[in-house]
């Protein structure tokens, strides 16, 4: 006997997208507490939140994002043949909602979201196509002081949201190509050293540089690229010898940053961290990526990305970040184990007490306890009402007392 | 958690890199052990040998923080992993080989070409940027016996020696790619536990820095 006989199968198990998942009762409370967590911090530091369609045109993604992404969109085509897509991330939709009906301030704009994105990722990989998304998008604000706002805000909410022992990784997306300039590598050359890191292959990147005549300050710090990392001294070992203006100012910048960071009171959780960028294209300034050693996934990441906005028509600074809600109940799962799925008093009644019951459980719910009625009289739960009083158990003990009585005794230690 | 967990490819390369760890002063470990054992722990570090094309997917889903692997493998996978260093051992090429006696031996490229490979995502960008009519054919093993029962016209493989190609009246047309082992790292690996895979690193890049200089003396 194994027990697989008694899991129902056939056609009584089909009808499930693969990629895609359920979440019982348990994890989705746990998910949806995370997303509420992370929005309601959002919401404290003044951002706003929007919603945005699932479905965008695909022209409207392509202005966003590059093609890697665009690639593994869900596509489809309505009944007038536009050509749409479900999003695969939601920070090109707020773009489009700032150009398009926000364009007129007041900046800086501080917007916030949340909801599903969809990957058309190979099957079997173990990786979901559809996931949680909760992000902020901060615009038309130029300064440093936006993007470690950023971080903080990304940060604070994570450590809300139940994710212990966050790390956050800040680089900057202008110091690799800034420093290939100036160390003089050739257009082909620059390309195959940053689609080789963009790769994360740094065997890659080692055999491109050696066939380059590439300086060798800039080729000792390309080369020591995973160890380019840690506190602000980082910054002064990176800048020795350092020629071209762009690396300079790049140091720069993530030395104000740091001061930034320290008066959010952040620094012993961040790393500065000179090649942790991949997305050249797309980001424009300081970037970051979150960690937590209870997950092999960044659990979130962000950054300056100044060009968006222009593809609609609106050349506004704007910095951001995305937190994944998913990994973020993953990582709280497997340290903690799964979150307590929400307490619900039962209350039964005897014939004759039912309206008595459904009063105890409306005195109950204004007191905010979950409680659900018996819909047949005998039940045997937390709270039995008869039309002699309610009896209710309160650590071990039996007690017993008028439905105002139980309502007090109930409710004590909630707020 | 100080440990590091390593995947350890099944196979060609086990020995190597078991033998590459010792020389770098990792781990002692006697391959003869994981016969018995899948996961062997030797100091904080924790080993597992696994099927050469699943240590990319141990790593990238943080099944284990580093994972030593050819690199034909990385070639095939979707899986995203830092690629730390090349180990240099277990050397092998990619190579398009076709029977002595056809046109394609003699350097005259038909215009469509059937080719048999256990590597299709490689066979795809070898031939991508080349205007020939390509079908490839995705085969799991003993690629060798599609052009001798007209399965394809020719054959993607990898060949360390050369000599299973000569047997089976192969000869190579062209070359595809080089490969090597690599050490590979989980993305979050590589920040949260900097300092330990950073070590494991620098260590194996200098144990293979003092082989080849061994090997040359």
Redesign the interface.
Same mark, same amino acid.
């Given at each position: 006997m194994t027990g697989l006989e008694a899991l129902p199968s056939g056609a009584a198990f089909r009808g499930r997208a693969d990629g895609f998942a359920d979440y019982l009762v348990g994890p989705a409370a746990g998910r949806r507490l995370i997303a509420d967590r992370f929005i309601e911090t959002f919401e404290a530091w003044g951002y706003g939140f929007v919603v945005t369609p699932l479905i965008e045109p695909v022209g409207t993604i392509a202005a966003g994002v590059g093609g890697a992404q665009q690639s593994a969109l869900f596509r489809f085509m309505d009944s007038d043949g536009a050509l749409l897509a479900l999003v695969g991330e939601r920070t090109v939709s707020v773009a489009r909602v700032v150009a398009t009906q926000l364009h007129e301030g007041p900046f800086p704009l501080r917007l916030c979201y949340a909801g599903s994105v969809l990957r058309n990722r @190979?099957l079997n @990989?173990?990786r979901r196509r559809e996931s949680l998304q909760a992000g902020c998008e901060l615009i038309g604000a130029d300064g440093l002081a936006a993007d470690a706002e950023c971080i903080a805000l990304a940060a604070a909410a994570l450590e809300r949201g139940g994710v212990e022992h966050i790390?956050v990784?800040v680089g900057h997306a202008d110091f690799i190509p800034g420093l290939l300039d100036s160390a003089g590598l050739d257009a082909t050359a620059r390309e195959e050293v940053l689609a080789a890191l963009a790769?994360?292959?740094?065997? @890659?990147v080692?055999s491109a540089l050696e066939a380059t005549d590439a300086a060798d300050a800039e080729r000792r710090l390309l080369l020591a690229f995973?160890?380019l990392?840690g506190g602000r001294e980082i910054l002064d070992t990176a800048a020795g010898g350092l020629r071209g203006e762009r690396p300079h100012r790049a140091l720069q910048e993530l030395a104000q940053l740091w001061d930034l960071l320290e008066a959010h009171a952040i620094t012993d959780r961040v790393?500065l961290?000179l090649g942790a960028v991949r997305d050249w294209d797309y980001y424009t300034g300081p970037t970051f990526?979150v960690?937590?050693?209870d997950?092999?996934? @960044?659990l979130g990441s962000g950054g300056r990305y100044d060009t968006l906005l222009s593809r609609f028509g609106t050349p506004l600074p704007a910095t951001g970040f995305v937190l994944h809600v998913d990994r973020c109940h993953d990582s709280i799962v497997r340290r903690a184990g799964a979150l307590p799925a929400p307490t619900v008093l039962q209350v039964s009644w005897e014939r004759d007490a039912h309206a008595d019951a459904l009063e105890l459980a409306r005195a109950l719910r204004r007191k905010e306890v979950a409680c659900a009625c018996d819909l047949v009289a005998g039940g045997d739960g937390d709270v039995q009402v008869s039309s002699s009083g309610v009896r209710w158990s309160r650590g071990g003990h039996e007690e017993r007392g008028s439905i105002g009585a139980a309502v007090t005794a109930l409710t004590a230690g909630t707020p | 958690?100080k440990g590091l967990r390593i995947a350890l490819p099944g196979g060609a390369l086990f020995e190597s890199a078991c033998s590459l760890l010792g020389a770098a002063g990792a781990a002692r470990l006697d391959p003869a052990r994981f016969d018995r054992e899948l996961s062997i722990r030797d100091g904080d570090n924790v080993f597992v040998k696994v099927r050469p094309t699943d240590v990319p997917?141990y790593v990238?889903?943080?099944?284990c923080e580093c994972g030593i692997v050819g690199k034909d493998i990385l070639w095939e996978t979707?899986r995203?992993?830092?690629?730390?260093?090349?180990l240099k051992f277990g050397g092998c090429r990619l190579v398009l080989a076709a029977p002595r006696d056809s046109a394609l031996a003699r350097g005259v490229w038909p215009l469509s070409l059937r080719v048999a490979t256990k590597y299709p995502v490689s066979a795809r960008r070898f031939f991508a940027a080349r205007s020939l009519n390509v079908v490839v054919v995705r085969l799991h093993g003993s690629v060798e016996l599609a052009p001798l029962t007209g399965l394809a016209d020719c054959v993607l493989d990898i060949t360390a020696t050369g000599r299973t190609l000569a047997a089976n009246n192969l000869v190579e047309v062209a070359e595809a790619g080089t490969s090597t082992a690599?050490l590979i790292a989980?993305?979050?690996?590589?920040?949260?536990?900097?300092e330990s895979?950073?070590a494991l690193?620098v260590a194996l890049r200098r144990a293979v820095t003092e082989r080849l200089a061994a090997g040359a003396a």
């Open positions: @190979a @990989a173990g790390q990784d790769r994360r292959d740094l065997v @890659a080692e995973p160890t990392r790393h961290d990526e960690f937590s050693v997950s092999g996934f @960044a | 958690m997917v990238e889903m943080g099944g979707s995203e992993c830092y690629e730390l260093a090349d690599r989980n993305h979050a690996a590589l920040k949260t536990r900097n895979v950073g690193a």
